[in-house]
């Protein structure tokens, strides 16, 4: 993207788009963690904001990072969700809240979507192992733990963005 993607402003609303992705987990979600960088200029939360220690080591140490502050909040399940899907909805977690059992949920609508699915809190451990063991990749944990994947159709609500002509295309 060549920026911070959380700040980025929303394609439709006047929100940015850590906000917008706040105020959709907070519809099902409570407590809500972001995970920010160390630094990272953030607007006024509905969440409780953690800094990770170090810039740019990847989603699975900062997915760590807030599982094990959902554990301590005495959640069993967490809703991991990355920024960067303008149009993520409530409905994709009420959809897979239905699937228990299993160590983490994600959707998959002809791929895996890490970044928006539920982990279970205790995978806090496993995780720091992996990092340990120099992963970094959100594939190393699902691939080492028991994986459920639920079908979803292809559509906006799992679309991310990673480039300005992303965003531009999505918004139309």
């Known amino acids: 993207m060549g920026r911070d993607k959380a700040t980025l402003k929303h394609p439709d609303l006047g929100t940015t788009m850590v906000e917008y992705t706040v105020g959709v987990l907070g519809s099902r979600c ?60 409530a409905d994709v977690i009420d959809e897979l809240t239905e699937y228990r059992g299993v160590d983490i949920v994600l959707p998959w609508d002809g791929r895996d979507h890490y970044l928006a699915g539920i982990y279970r809190t205790d995978l806090a451990d496993h995780i720091e192992a992996l990092v340990a063991a120099g992963e970094r990749s959100m ?34």
């Open 30 to 89: 409570a407590p809500v963690f972001v995970i920010a960088a160390p630094g990272q200029a953030l607007p006024e939360l509905q969440a409780e904001v953690l800094r990770d220690e170090v810039r740019g080591v990847g989603p699975l140490l900062a997915t760590g990072r807030g599982l094990r502050a959902a554990a301590a909040a005495g959640l069993e399940r967490a809703f991991v969700s990355a920024v960067d899907m303008p149009f993520l909805t």
């Open 139 to 172: 594939r190393a944990l699902a691939e080492t733990v028991v994986t459920q994947r639920v079908v979803l159709p292809a559509g906006p609500s799992l679309a991310n963005v990673n480039s300005p002509a992303d965003l531009q295309q999505i918004a139309h």
